[in-house]
């Protein structure tokens, strides 16, 4: 029989890439790691791992136990969901992440409804962009991601997850205000091509945004906090595109709505396969869509 907890193990080890980074992922040493996969090996009498010195990959027998091992995950999270319907109810902590502007956008005003709709369900906030709720959701540290999306391109997580749409939002340009373009109506992006941008850390989609809207941008500074680069704006460091509900007023910056094809990002709540009927979560979703 193959244990599910060395299941869990070898998904850890096939997100994060490495023994070490799997074990900090797991609260285990990177000892105990290559224990658990050792005995997986032994387990399927497969060889599921490439070793090369300090370096691991896994090998197609391994790739293949990885699918089966998030369909098991999947399956659990589903019977976890099921046999809480038969117990209290939604009643108990949810741990969420989110980024910060639809922390103001729906997670707080979800909270304050839920104060009187569901007074027994606690909801915990972390602040967390969004392309880094996802492993923390996958990893188990919380329970519901709130992230974003940008591409027609499906996620290669997407198989794991289960999505729930919130909103939509357009990108605006932001301008010093003594930009010569900064008193238009619209600005075609590629106007600013030969402009000093102001971006996101690589990573980061939102970066992927400036590069994909201005081909080949020259990023001179870079902030995942909105709030910094609109303030690096206004101080004439260059031009960047924000997200419209993380734009907040700074003297010396102006947004200017996009001329043509507007980048969008599309926000969503984001679950374990499997989890979504959890009558817990259940609350928290639908309060979620409601505000």
């Known amino acids: 029989m193959i244990d599910p907890r060395r299941l869990r193990v070898l998904r850890a080890l096939a997100d994060h890439g490495t023994v070490t980074a799997a074990g900090q992922a797991l609260h285990l040493t990177a000892s105990a790691v290559s224990q658990q996969l050792a005995a997986l090996e032994a387990e ?3 060889q599921l791992l490439r070793r090369r010195g300090r370096r691991v990959s896994l090998t197609a027998a391994g790739e293949l136990l990885v699918v089966h091992a998030n369909a098991v995950a999947a399956e659990l999270e589903r019977a976890q969901a099921t046999l809480a319907s038969f117990g209290v109810g939604a009643r108990g902590t949810v741990k969420l992440a989110s980024f910060a502007s639809a922390i103001t956008q729906v997670v707080a005003p979800a909270i304050a409804a839920l104060r009187t709709s569901a007074p027994e369900v606690v909801v915990l906030v972390r602040d967390a962009e969004g392309h880094a709720s996802v492993p923390l959701l996958l990893d188990g540290e919380i ?3 709130i992230t974003e999306e940008y591409r027609a391109v499906p996620r290669s997580d997407d198989r794991r997850l289960t999505r729930f749409p919130l909103y939509a939002e357009p990108f605006d340009l932001v301008l010093p205000v003594t930009h010569r373009l900064a008193t238009e109506h619209e600005v075609d992006v590629r106007e600013l091509a030969e402009e ?4 996101p850390l690589p990573g980061n989609p939102c970066r992927d945004v400036v590069v994909l809207a201005c081909e080949n941008p020259r990023i001179t500074h870079t902030s995942d906090d909105f709030r910094a680069v609109v303030a690096l ?3 004439g460091a260059g031009v ?12 010396g910056a102006v947004p200017v709505p996009v001329r043509g094809p507007v980048p969008q990002r599309r926000v969503f709540a984001a679950v374990r396969k499997g989890s979504e009927q959890h009558p817990l ?3 928290v979703l639908d309060g979620l869509a409601c505000s």
């Open 240 to 251: 960047a595109l924000v997200p419209r509900n993380a734009l907040a007023p700074v003297p």
């Open 143 to 145: 329970d519901v991601a």
């Open 44 to 46: 399927t009498g497969q």
């Open 233 to 235: 704006v206004a101080a």
């Open 196 to 199: 000093d941008w102001i971006a």
């Open 281 to 283: 979560l259940r609350v």
